[in-house]
């Protein structure tokens, strides 16, 4: 039998806390190790939301750390199993081999112009660069080559399994987490005889990076997933593929593009 060091995170919701404890009981009679600190094994109860806190605790352990999602709502992208499956989970976790697979994250680098020390993130979704009370002008540059000169509310970066969180409110493409790159979309561009950009969501590619140098001095918005950022005066953000990447437990597979249609087409009549 496999005996697992195992973390679970969870929200605050009184089915989940009911759920979590459930699971914690099942876990210990099972024979494996409750460890908040050094799990091999990171269990979220909640939503998709939970599961991106559970990333940010255990983001300095990525190399030792598989991640597992558990939904108490509705099935998320990133949430494999439901709350009414526990004992089918324990019981893989317990006779199976570790299987997982690894999906890209995004590295945000942000430099100020009061000469503070860069700072220095990794995101699973996305990274959001806005103004919210006059226009965001920034340079794009794509391998330190200008691209354009976007002017408009702001800029989204996304990861792949983050595309369909943010990004895809703002018209940016779905991509297969499968595919190791990187997503630039626009936040409503200003566009007109004056004004230009490409208009579209842009994918780089793993060997590239994008880096946007604001071009005035104002305070911008930068959010990394669910956290936003202290409002300062930004004056670079370097954006690409990081190193590093998220491992999640793979015990049974859902295809991508069913769970895609479920999350947001629903059932089809034929
Ligand atoms: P939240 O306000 O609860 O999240 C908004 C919704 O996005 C929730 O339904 C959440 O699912 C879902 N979600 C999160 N990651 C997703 C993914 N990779 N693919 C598809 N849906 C996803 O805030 P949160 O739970 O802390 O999550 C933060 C994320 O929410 C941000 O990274 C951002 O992408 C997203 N968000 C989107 C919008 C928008 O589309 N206008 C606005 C704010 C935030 P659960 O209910 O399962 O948590
Ligand atoms: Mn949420």
Request: glycine share 6%.
């Amino acid at each position: 039998m496999v005996k697992l060091k195992i973390a679970v995170v969870h929200n605050k919701t009184e089915h989940t806390l009911q759920i979590t404890a459930e699971l914690l009981e099942k876990l210990v009679a099972a024979g494996h190790t409750i460890d908040q600190r050094n799990p091999e094994l990171v269990i979220s109860v909640g939503g998709d939301g939970t599961l991106l806190s559970a990333f940010h605790l255990y983001s300095h352990k990525l190399d030792q750390v598989r991640f597992i999602g558990v939904h108490t709502g509705h099935l998320g992208f990133y949430t494999d199993w439901r709350d009414y499956e526990l004992d089918d989970l324990i019981e893989l976790l317990s006779t199976r081999k570790d299987e997982s697979v690894s999906y890209p994250l995004l590295d945000v680098r942000i430099t100020y112009r009061n000469g503070k020390p860069t700072k220095h993130f990794l995101s699973l979704n996305e990274s959001i660069v806005k103004r919210t009370d006059s226009t965001m002008v920034a340079d794009i540059y794509i391998r330190d080559e200008l691209f354009e000169r976007f002017r408009g509310d702001g800029l989204s970066v996304s990861t792949p399994t983050g595309s369909t969180a943010y990004n895809k409110s703002i018209g940016g493409a779905v991509l297969h987490p499968r595919i190791n790159a990187i997503q630039l979309a626009e936040i409503a561009s200003l566009n007109n005889r004056v004004f230009r950009t490409l208009g579209s969501p842009m994918v780089i590619a793993s060997h590239e990076w994008i880096e946007l140098r604001m071009q005035d001095s104002a305070e911008c918005l930068v959010t990394v997933d669910q956290f936003q950022l202290q409002q300062e005066e930004i004056k670079s953000i370097f954006y690409r593929i990081a190193e590093e990447k998220i491992q999640f437990a793979s015990y049974r597979h859902t295809h991508f593009w069913r769970r895609v249609r479920d999350a947001f087409i629903g059932e089809i009549e034929e």
